[in-house]
């Protein structure tokens, strides 16, 4: 059996709110870029869950039919994108099972880094395990617990066993949780939607979302981050929240920042797409060149090139297209099939690039293909100089918490060094903005954002970040074997 990860995952979660499915699908929907694989809403009515899943993206998967089925007050919903792994239906979220509790669904963004040991053992000890999803082993220790308490008593007993990535948010047969594992490298939000009753009484829903641009699409407003090691519950009651052992210092994954969030959402307590102008910002102090137009690879190189040429004083101009329409086009295995990938994307502005020193800012190289094929693209518009200059520093490991990174072997970085990668791409000059620029663009936020952030002063305040794609240095174990 093949391994899974959890990468590039959105969990949404909503409770007390008459229109539940309606908004976890647009809650999903908000955060697709977090997943394409597949998408899943469970709702909770009469203490049943309603489950719908399925493979493809959420405006595949979802219909009103459906939508009309998923009654209930409460909600939860996961977009997925993997890697690796076997059978891509049995591992759709949310997961679902029947404990000694009632029924359970759980949603994961993150990746359980001792997840071979733990299925292993489990298995030993009779579980049956049906996908080859990390997430399924958190629902067989849970399963453990025969004489559930309650869910305080039983977290607390079961997930200090993970070690890893993991911002969950769970359905149960009678309250919704949202937990963060405490050195919080995934994101996780709560928020509240205002409803009116059919009688015009005032109600409001709870929500909580990996990012806040869901919060925005269904007009609910954030309240606060669920913090790292907390655990929230809602139920008839009311809300509450206790607390895992807590961590020293956080890791929470830089490459959020960088390439991973949507740049309207807040995440760490700063405005995405702030960080990413900043970073080029930061760039230009760092790398600075005499050229004649800054251009950025589109999307994910926008704003760190307009902060790039903010500074600079190079004029900032889009010289290269990126066709919105291609949907997921098939990974080939071989390289040559993969650069026409990036040709069918990305095209020129001939007019604009010819004769011209360009600087092309994007915002991390990976395995090289994108800046290679870029290169051929500006070279062959006429451009003068090509000047590349990267709003991260190289990858030079994987993610094993749940970004999308290859393996070592596969990335450009971990295989040639700054000088020799500048000979593989055939540029003038190349830069990589330092690890410590980084830090300081995601950590400084303005004066006008921190009074926006007043409530949530402490989290700006919070240092600690992981870095390990760019640095090594893991902050956990990491076990590499596959199952
Ligand atoms: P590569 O062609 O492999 O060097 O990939 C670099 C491009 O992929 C850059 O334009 C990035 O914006 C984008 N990118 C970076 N990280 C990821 C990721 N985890 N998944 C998909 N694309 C990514």
Sequence with gaps: MMKTWNDKCAVFGIWNDPEAAWMAYLGLYAQQHRGQEGAGIVSLHKEKHLIHRGVGLVGEVFNEKVLKKLKGLAAIGHTRYST????????????TARLFSGPVALAHNGNIVNFTQLK?????????????????CVVHLLAR?????????SLKKYLPRLIGAYSFVLLAKDSMLAIRDP??????????????????????????ASETCAFDLIGAKFIREIEPGEIWEVDKDGDRSYFLKKEKKLHRCVFEHVYFARPDSFVFGKNVYQSRKEMGRELAKQSPVQADLVIPVPDSGVPSALGYSEVSGIRYDMGIVRNHYIGRTFIHPSQNIRDFK???????????????RVVVVDDSIVRGTTSKSIVGLLNKAGAKEIHFRVSSPPITGPCFYGVDTPEKKELIAARMNVKEIKNYLQVDSL????KEALIKAVQNSSSRLKKEMHHKKHLLKERGFCSAC??????????????
């Design 84 to 95: 690796q792994g076997g059978d891509k239906k049995k591992n759709i979220q949310p997961l």
């Design 120 to 136: 292993k053992e489990l298995m030993d000890q009779g579980s049956v395990f049906y996908s080859s999803s990390d997430t399924e």
């Design 145 to 153: 617990d025969t004489h559930f308490i309650n869910w305080k008593t």
């Design 183 to 208: 050195m919080g490298f995934r994101p996780l939000v709560l928020g509240q939607r205002r409803w009116l009753s059919e009688k015009g009484e005032e109600n409001f829903s709870w929500v909580v």
């Design 342 to 356: 990036v040709k069918i994307k990305l095209s020129t502005q001939k007019s604009l690039i010819k004769g011209k």
């Design 431 to 434: 830069d990589f903005l330092s």
């Design 470 to 483: 760019f640095t090594g240095c893991y902050p956990t174990a990491v076990y590499t074997d596959g199952m």
